[in-house]
């Protein structure tokens, strides 16, 4: 059985999971706006090269990413001596792919006929993107950012192979301590569930709200 000493030991995991994944968020929201002005409106060379990069972090499991950047580039680079920053670099790139797919898709979505007012007023490309239509985007976009997180912090727990001390990996440690192995998975899988469910079901209700307020969908 799990004592609450126990509970509380696997609690301590907690804080490195949600460090993981908001961490690995803000690294793909910083890459992904950008790849996808890439993708968008720039020549094709440009847009080739953010399209390989959307394909390569897209086509390729992140669990092998980890393990490249630790045990590959972590004999070369620093910074992927630390098995918790490999973890959150792993994870961010490939967020950035993902959330530049999910932007891709929300500005797709704006009317044209807003580009064509846009240009008709002089703006330029930098100033249509910034007034009309990253403010669009984001709203159209919060419930594919909202299962982003989700699965951040899901996909964060095979940051226990490279031994960061995660909700995972304290369960594990639990497991071998108490010759366990269902009570310890089963409550780490139920606080999995607490972490991701408010968080994605909350920004798929205010998008959907923002968006049949704006009318944008």
């Known amino acids: 059985m799990i004592s609450l000493s126990d509970f509380l030991f696997l609690l301590r995991g907690l804080p490195v999971t949600v460090s993981i994944s908001f961490l690995a968020f803000a690294i793909g929201f910083i890459l992904g706006i950008p790849l996808t002005f890439l993708r968008l409106y720039t020549p094709k060379y440009s847009a080739n090269v953010a399209e390989a990069y959307v394909k390569l972090?897209?086509?390729?499991?992140v669990l092998v990413f980890m393990l490249f950047f630790y045990f590959g580039l972590g004999k070369y680079v620093a910074i992927f001596r630390s098995p918790f920053l490999s973890?959150?670099?792993a994870l961010g790139f490939r967020s950035g792919a993902y959330q530049s797919q999910i932007f891709k898709t929300a500005m797709n979505s704006i009317p044209?006929?807003?580009l064509l007012a846009a240009k008709a007023l002089g703006m330029n490309k930098l100033q249509t993107?910034?007034?009309i239509?990253?403010?669009q985007a984001f709203i159209v976009a919060?419930?594919?950012l909202g299962s982003e997180i989700a699965l951040l912090i899901k996909d964060s727990s095979y940051s226990f192979i490279l031994g960061v001390l995660d909700l995972t990996?304290?369960?594990d440690i639990l497991r071998r301590a108490h010759k366990l192995f269902f009570e310890p998975y089963?409550?780490?899988a139920f606080l999995y569930i607490a972490l991701t469910f408010p968080v994605a079901n909350y920004l798929d209700k205010l998008g959907s709200k923002l968006n049949k307020k704006y009318a944008l969908r």
């Open 142 to 144: 919060l419930p594919g």
């Open 112 to 114: 044209r006929d807003q």
């Open 133 to 135: 239509i990253l403010p």
């Open 87 to 89: 973890a959150v670099a």
């Open 129 to 131: 993107l910034r007034y």
């Open 57 to 61: 972090f897209l086509g390729i499991p």
């Open 186 to 188: 089963l409550i780490a």
């Open 169 to 171: 990996m304290h369960a």
